[in-house]
């Protein structure tokens, strides 16, 4: 098509709109984000994938910070530069992407950590990463595997060692920090216990098994709720049956109040330790 003609089209009270170089929508509105991508692989050239925010959010993944960009990877010795709403990344481990709604997209662990390098709020890092393991995305150990081979900062270390210790939410996170800076005993996250009929009891977010002692993380937004509230009771309510001490901390407080929060626990402890330990185990 004639240059002159693309130009007339584009122009003002035209019915086309150049998106990037080269690039052409052929209708003169805003453009959606599925014409963004499309048009930064365009960009980017033949072999380019999809990976960061907007790879995870093809996947399904939620908790993702708002973002106009489109994070797209090319051989490392393509020349192609970033250009309006598209980050162009070089690289020489490009992995082998996966359809997603035909787009290539780089695989969960690699758009989590791409995603993270770009992310400057270390909160939503640690949801990123939270989310990609609890709802099985991805292995723990994927994002580690990943991390080291981009060789990155301590920043995103410090972030996923608690979901490597089991945390599988930033509240989590936050109590895992924390009783690892304390002189608390040994404590397993997200195990399941049962009675000694092998009947479930709960899920705890903290598990210090000598004591057979549980702290939940309880937030008022999901506990508050007609059916949070019912199955929070029905699970303390296990707790008591089977002999269980247990300890709720508000998530606000592991920040505000982190020395009261050790305290609680010290003492939540110490309680424990003053009856036979009941009969339930983990799994």
Not at 61 to 73: A, I, Q, W, Y
Not at 130 to 146: I, K, M, S, T, W
Not at 199 to 227: N, Q, R
Request: aromatic residues 6%; charged residues 25%; contains cysteine.
């Amino acid at each position: 098509m004639a240059r002159s003609t693309i130009s007339r089209r584009c122009g003002p009270g035209g019915t086309w709109r150049i998106l990037l170089p080269g690039v052409v929508l052929l209708e003169n509105g805003e453009p959606t984000d599925e014409h963004k991508i499309e048009a930064g692989l365009l960009h980017a050239g033949e072999g380019s994938i999809l990976t960061g925010v907007r790879a995870l959010a093809r996947y399904g993944l939620r908790n993702l910070p708002g973002t106009e960009e489109v994070h797209v990877l090319v051989p490392a010795e393509r020349s192609v530069a970033d250009c309006a709403f598209v980050h162009i990344e070089r690289s020489r481990r490009l992995p082998k992407p996966r359809e997603r709604v035909g787009v290539p997209t780089a695989p969960v662990p690699r758009a989590v950590i791409d995603a993270c390098r770009r992310t400057p709020d270390l909160d939503m890092v640690t949801a990123m990463m939270a989310e990609a393991v609890q709802r099985g995305f991805c292995l723990p150990q994927a994002l580690a595997d990943e991390l080291d081979e981009a060789r990155r900062g301590s920043s995103l270390r410090d972030a996923l060692l608690p979901i490597l210790g089991g945390a599988r939410s930033v509240a989590e996170a936050d109590a895992w920090n924390l009783w690892q800076r304390s002189d608390l005993p040994e404590c397993r996250w997200n195990v399941r216990i049962f009675d000694a009929n092998g009947t479930f009891i709960a899920k705890p977010d903290g598990w210090c098994d000598e004591l057979a002692f549980a702290w939940e993380i309880d937030s008022l937004g999901y506990h508050a709720g007609d059916v949070g509230f019912r199955d929070t009771l029905a699970r303390n309510a296990r707790y008591a049956a089977a002999g269980i001490v247990v300890l709720q901390t508000l998530p606000s407080r592991l920040r505000s109040e982190p020395g009261k929060v050790v305290a609680e626990l010290r003492a939540a402890l110490d309680s424990a330790r003053l009856r036979p330990r009941p009969d339930v185990r983990l799994r």
